[in-house]
């Protein structure tokens, strides 16, 4: 089996990509380094994947007009997972720009280089972002999302319709995967578990808005990338054939997925679990609600569950003991009170 992943490079690609290589499959991976965050992770995490001899690095954006095209004549992938994309709300209030370009204008280069050449199937990331303003909890597939509290949630919704009606016309099967604030090793530096850990070993207040008062439905990577790879081999069909609950879509061979932990976890809960990890204390700084920002988000999986069967789920502890260990080792040459942290790891 050849996949192509776009932002391969990137945190929910990089364990994606390796977690394929070691099951024998074959990846092509593409990715542009875009340096919203530190591309030297980037690189960091290319490289241990450049090592493994059945995975391709490419580099390049995904609204390269024909650059995706390209590369599905050239290698016929049976999959196409595309999680490239401009990421972070709160980003997309200061520059809707990008997210424009990488989200709206990629995703369309995406669906033409699929409809030209057509894999077995196409898996598209999406955010639980799209919910925004609904206050009905768990979050159903079903739900209404057409109140976007950001133009990050707006292209991803975006997104969703834009693949629906590619399904549709082509009869390409897609599915699109709404993921719930993923965390662990090689994570994203402008997410939640990266500031509050890299506070603790600074000493730096932790900054919680709305005054600590969010849930988050907490998802740890390999849980999420075990799902994904499961789905992989569950393609939708067209409406006509599905048994009850199969696809979203009446007209076309579409699904949308929620990929969570199923539970929501109170902010200071999961601070308390990060302390835990790190053996230290914060000092917290209370702020008010951030513009794009919503109070909770929680995943309802039953139609995850129905799709793949019993789910992987990492206690939160033992993920975090994960994700504090790889950051005192990724870090220990930056971060003297980290490199301290090693020293005690190894002895």
């Excluded at 380094?33 to 992770?41: I, K, V």
């Excluded at 999680?83 to 997210?99: D, F, M, N, T």
């Excluded at 719930?180 to 932790?206: H, N, Q």
Aim: with cysteine; glycine share 8%.
């Amino acid at each position: 089996m050849t996949v192509l992943i776009t932002g391969a490079a990137g945190f929910i690609g990089f364990h994606l990509a390796r977690r394929l290589l070691s099951d024998g499959a074959s990846v092509i991976g593409l990715d542009d380094h875009n340096p919203y965050y530190d591309p030297a992770l980037k690189t960091a995490r290319e490289g241990q994947l450049a090592a493994h001899p059945h995975y391709l690095s490419l580099r390049g954006g995904v609204e390269t007009p024909g650059l995706l095209a390209g590369i599905m004549a050239r290698h016929r992938p049976h999959i196409v997972v595309h999680l490239a994309a401009q990421a972070g709300v709160r980003h997309s209030i200061e520059a809707p720009g990008s997210y424009a370009s990488a989200n709206l204008a990629g995703t369309f280069q995406v669906l033409e280089a699929v409809r030209a050449f057509p894999p077995d199937h196409l898996l598209m990331a999406s955010s639980s972002s799209v919910y925004g303003g609904s206050d009905r909890m768990p979050y159903r597939e079903t739900d209404r999302t057409d109140q976007p509290l950001s133009f990050y949630a707006a292209t991803k919704k975006a997104s969703e319709a834009m693949a629906h009606s590619y399904a549709a016309l082509y009869g390409l099967p897609i599915t699109m995967l709404r993921f719930f604030t993923v965390y662990g090793p090689w994570g994203r530096p402008d997410m939640a578990p990266f500031l509050f850990t890299s506070a603790l070993f600074e000493d730096r207040p932790i900054q919680l808005f709305n005054h600590g008062q969010l849930m988050r439905d907490f998802t740890y990577i390999d849980d999420l990338v075990a799902a994904i790879r499961a789905l992989m081999d569950v393609v939708p069909r067209h409406p006509a054939t599905c048994v009850e609950g199969d696809s979203l879509s009446t007209v076309a061979p579409f699904r949308v997925v929620n990929i969570g932990n199923g539970r929501p976890i109170p902010l200071m809960d999961f601070i308390r679990a990060v302390e835990d990890a790190t053996g230290r204390r914060g000092r917290l700084q209370l702020m008010p609600m951030q513009p794009g920002d919503v109070e909770a988000t929680w995943a309802d999986t039953t139609l995850l569950q129905r799709l793949i069967g019993p789910r992987q789920q990492t206690p939160m502890s033992l993920a975090l003991q994960r994700y504090v260990d790889w950051f005192a080792s990724y870090y220990r040459t930056a971060i003297p009170e980290v490199q301290d942290k090693q020293v005690l790891l190894q002895h």
